[in-house]
């Protein structure tokens, strides 16, 4: 079993910067990527960044060159800075972690509670 506990979240202006963190607990060495995903309400839940355990990273087109994930270090400490934030990043985000995948078919068996970002135009 894995737990993940997001933090970092807040209100910002429109052009911006948040980091968010997100640390996971227990067979951390069962996890093979893991990932941020956001959510609006009444929308789907879309995957933002993924970090995989060989180093490599995957990008939403919105957030490519304003969003970097890294793992700063630690296997179970995973990181979401945020730069040039717009209105239109305002949403629930969760910290997931699991087998990963491709882009277009990600797969996470656990997720975090969720931490709110706000963005102000």
């Known amino acids: 079993q894995v737990h993940l506990a997001e933090s970092g979240g807040g209100s910002v202006q429109a052009g911006g910067s948040l980091r968010l963190s997100c640390t996971a607990y227990g067979d951390i060495y069962s996890i093979y990527s893991m990932a941020w995903f956001r959510q609006i309400p009444g929308k789907e839940r879309e995957a933002v960044a993924a970090?995989?355990?060989?180093?490599?990273?995957k990008y939403a087109d919105s957030v490519k060159g304003r969003f970097a994930v890294s793992k700063d270090g630690a296997e179970n400490f995973l990181t979401l800075r945020m730069t040039s934030l717009k209105p239109e990043d305002t949403a629930m985000y969760y910290c997931a972690a699991g087998p990963g995948g491709s882009w277009s078919n990600l797969r996470y068996n656990y997720w975090g509670q969720g931490t709110q970002v706000t963005v102000a135009s």
């Open positions: 970090l995989d355990r060989d180093g490599s990273t």
